[in-house]
């Protein structure tokens, strides 16, 4: 049996950390969690929050989801947040929920939020997620690390 690395495990820490505050508006906790998330590795961490988000969006839209379910969960999300989040920011919001359907806008068209904007905003998403599937983040954040831990193993030469 292999240990887990301690760089998944300070990812999946952090993650869970910043996705309970998030559930409990607790600004304090959620400001500590963010600022452990973003000194990550953002590759991975984005690869790790991709996955959840994409498992949970194929969760509760188990026909597809259409242009409007995008839009759906994106304003429960603002509205959610925007109360106790004083600096939310909408355009990351969509960003990171579009990447993690893996539409990504051109080239220089709009640049990607950066690593505090994405640790900031993309655990807002899966708190709110949560809220529909009512299951812990810990299930899919160990589903997620499987899947690539999977896809890492069958990419080797």
């Not at 559930?23 to 973003?38: G, N």
């Not at 991975?44 to 839209?61: F, K, S, Y």
């Not at 009512?134 to 896809?151: F, H, K, M, Q």
């Amino acid at each position: 049996m292999t240990s887990v690395p301690v760089v998944v495990q300070a990812i999946r820490r952090a993650t869970v950390d910043a996705v309970e505050a998030a559930r409990v508006r607790d600004l304090t906790a959620f400001e500590a969690a963010v600022e452990d998330l973003a000194a990550q590795n953002q590759e991975q961490v984005g690869r790790v929050l991709g996955a959840v988000l994409r498992m949970q969006l194929e969760e509760t839209h188990p026909d597809g989801l259409a242009g409007e379910d995008v839009q759906a969960v994106l304003t429960r999300c603002v509205r959610t947040n925007a109360v106790w989040l004083p600096d939310l920011d909408v355009q990351a919001l969509a960003l990171l929920l579009t990447g993690a359907l893996g539409v990504h806008p051109e080239v220089g068209e709009v640049p990607p939020p950066d690593r505090s904007t994405a640790a900031r905003h993309a655990p807002l998403l899966v708190a709110d997620l949560l809220a529909v599937t009512g299951r812990p983040v810990g299930d899919y954040l160990d589903a997620a690390l499987g899947e690539i831990a999977t896809t890492e193993t069958m990419e080797l030469p």
